[in-house]
């Protein structure tokens, strides 16, 4: 695994989870302590290796806020929309919850805007990636019913045995599309089987956005409804025309052979034939 080194970020992908609410407390210490002690139910779908964080914040909060109880419930992800909308239907809903879009539970009618108290809090919205964190926290009514709480990167990884192999220098900061199409020339050996990318070798390089957004487009509206002049535009018709081209030009590792390394994630890239794949950090 020392071979293989990850390289700048290409672009920030979507806020992946939302903290929606229900109702909030106060959020300053000095007024939560005139409160009378009340208890905060917070549902959350994450794995083992996420709860010693949800406790620190947890732990973090009451200390800050003595009069006010987090109850923190772990539910599997694979039952986690099945009870909330058992829960909510029988009036005994979490507080606080973690989902993907607060879009979908504003048309339920189970959760508060947030608007006051962002504007209370001076909370700035713009930090988060744009237009992507309004269709996810944003109900129809234009007011926000959700908060990010964490981002996906997507990147690229390169596999420095092949670099050095091949005598190509790693790639360098601020490199472009027109480096990596190079690049991926440079690394492909098809009688060594070994090719320089997989990116455009499934429909994930175009879903994934980057691409068309590094290309001035977007693939849907900003209310999340509409493709036309979206799915249709230069944008994406350039980035579509890229993978194209590289695909013809050879420098994408063919199907039939990228079957044979198997399952899993990065299967290319830890088959030690293929120099570049496209990865998303959670």
């Not at 964490?150 to 596999?159: A, C, G, H, M």
């Not at 050095?164 to 599309?177: I, S």
């Given at each position: 695994m020392k071979a293989i080194s990850r390289i700048g970020t290409l672009t920030t992908l979507a806020a992946a989870g939302s903290m929606l609410m229900i109702s909030v407390p106060e959020a300053s210490a000095s007024k939560s302590s005139q409160l009378p002690p009340q208890t905060i139910r917070f549902w959350e779908p994450d794995i083992?290796?996420?709860?010693?964080?949800?406790?620190?914040?947890?732990?973090?909060?009451?200390?800050?806020?003595?009069?006010?109880?987090?109850?923190?419930?772990?539910?599997?992800?694979?039952?986690?929309?099945?009870?909330?909308?058992?829960?909510?239907?029988?009036?005994?809903?979490?507080?606080?919850?973690?989902?993907?879009?607060?879009?979908?539970?504003?048309?339920?009618?189970?959760?508060?805007?947030?608007?006051?108290?962002?504007?209370?809090?001076?909370?700035?919205?713009?930090?988060?990636?744009?237009?992507?964190?309004?269709?996810?926290?944003?109900?129809?009514?234009?007011?926000?019913?959700?908060?990010?709480?964490?981002?996906?990167?997507?990147?690229?990884?390169?596999?420095?045995?092949?670099?050095?192999?091949?005598?190509?220098?790693?790639?360098?900061?601020?490199?472009?599309?027109?480096?990596?199409?190079?690049?991926a020339k440079e690394l492909t050996h098809p009688k060594d089987n070994v090719y320089g990318t997989d990116m455009t070798s499934s429909d994930w390089w175009l879903e994934g956005y980057p691409w068309v957004w590094d290309y001035g487009s977007d693939m849907i509206s900003e209310d999340g409804w509409n493709v036309q002049g979206k799915l249709d535009s230069k944008g994406v018709i350039k980035a579509t025309e890229f993978a194209q081209k590289m695909a013809k030009d050879g420098s994408v590792v063919p199907s039939s052979l990228a079957q044979t390394f198997g399952s899993g994630d990065y299967a290319d890239l830890l088959s030690g034939k293929v120099g570049m794949v496209q990865g998303t950090l959670w």
């Open positions: 083992a290796s996420w709860q010693p964080l949800y406790k620190q914040l947890v732990d973090a909060f009451e200390k800050t806020h003595p009069t006010i109880t987090v109850k923190l419930v772990n539910i599997p992800q694979s039952g986690f929309t099945q009870k909330l909308n058992t829960a909510f239907a029988s009036g005994q809903g979490p507080d606080v919850f973690c989902w993907f879009y607060s879009r979908d539970m504003y048309a339920k009618g189970f959760i508060q805007p947030l608007d006051s108290y962002i504007k209370r809090d001076h909370w700035n919205m713009n930090q988060y990636f744009q237009p992507i964190t309004n269709l996810r926290t944003k109900g129809l009514d234009g007011h926000y019913y959700g908060l990010p709480r964490d981002v996906s990167i997507d990147t690229v990884f390169y596999n420095k045995n092949l670099f050095d192999k091949y005598h190509v220098p790693y790639p360098k900061p601020g490199w472009t599309w027109a480096d990596f199409e190079r690049i």
